[in-house]
């Protein structure tokens, strides 16, 4: 069983154009997040959310802009995409009883990319 | 969060020891050092971590030198499917969010 999926893998779409990730989590965690890499790899927070509340938000643009149905799900919405918008996007999520454990688990990424 | 500096690419024999080092001069008191790896093409994988004492667990072992501002992550029989890029993070443990900030890391090559 997977952990912690995303969908789709990947992604081609038109700049201007709307586009959404899914993410959802069968490990019964508390808290979830998006991350972006960039072509240069580096991994950067964007969102995180703690039974669907919002907690980190890393100055992302408003174009961008997450939703938690319920604490198994965190679903990444782009609203007019832009060519910098290209990159892998990872969820992840963690359990509250361990925040000192400091344990992410990641799912496999969503590569979009923009035309 | 403490910045951590580490070696841009390493090369081990598959079957021996690999050390990969990491420097956080600025560590706070209160800040852990945890170990990410992240194989081609897949999300990043949680390693290990520790505050002050030496840590072992079935992946690797991590050694935390007395004053706290380097420490190295042990893979004891490295294997080709290590090879990765191996993330070194310092930050606030029990923050009440994971708050990972990933830097360039050290690409580790397993060598046949």
């Known amino acids: 069983d997977t952990a912690v999926s995303q969908t789709p893998k990947y992604l081609v779409t038109q700049m201007g154009n709307d586009k959404s990730i899914k993410c959802e989590q069968n490990l019964g965690h508390d808290t979830m997040y998006w991350y972006k890499q960039d072509s240069k790899k580096f991994l950067k927070i964007m969102f995180s959310y703690n039974n669907k509340e919002l907690i980190i938000n890393e100055t992302v643009p408003n174009r961008f802009s997450p939703k938690s149905p319920d604490k198994a799900h965190l679903n990444l919405h782009i609203n007019s995409l832009e060519l910098g918008d290209s990159a892998v996007y990872f969820c992840?999520?963690?359990?509250?009883?361990?925040?000192?454990?400091?344990?992410?688990?990641f799912g496999e990424g969503s590569r979009l990319t923009v035309l | 969060d403490a910045k951590t500096t580490q070696p841009p690419s390493m090369d081990c024999a598959e079957g021996r020891a690999a050390n990969l080092p990491c420097n956080h001069s600025?560590?706070?008191?209160?800040?852990?050092v945890y170990w990410y790896r992240q194989i081609h093409s897949q999300g990043p994988q949680y390693i290990i971590h520790?505050?002050?004492n030496n840590e072992t667990n079935e992946m690797a072992s991590l050694i935390i030198t007395e004053d706290r501002k380097s420490s190295t992550l042990i893979l004891p029989h490295a294997t080709l499917r290590d090879t990765a890029v191996y993330y070194c993070?310092?930050?606030?443990?029990?923050?009440?969010?994971?708050?990972?900030?990933f830097g360039t890391g050290t690409r580790l090559t397993i060598i046949p």
């Open positions: 993070i310092v930050r606030v443990g029990n923050f009440g969010n994971e708050k990972l900030t």
């Open positions: 992840a999520s963690s359990l509250d009883r361990d925040r000192v454990t400091g344990e992410l688990f």
């Open positions: 600025t560590i706070s008191g209160n800040e852990y």
């Open positions: 520790g505050l002050k």
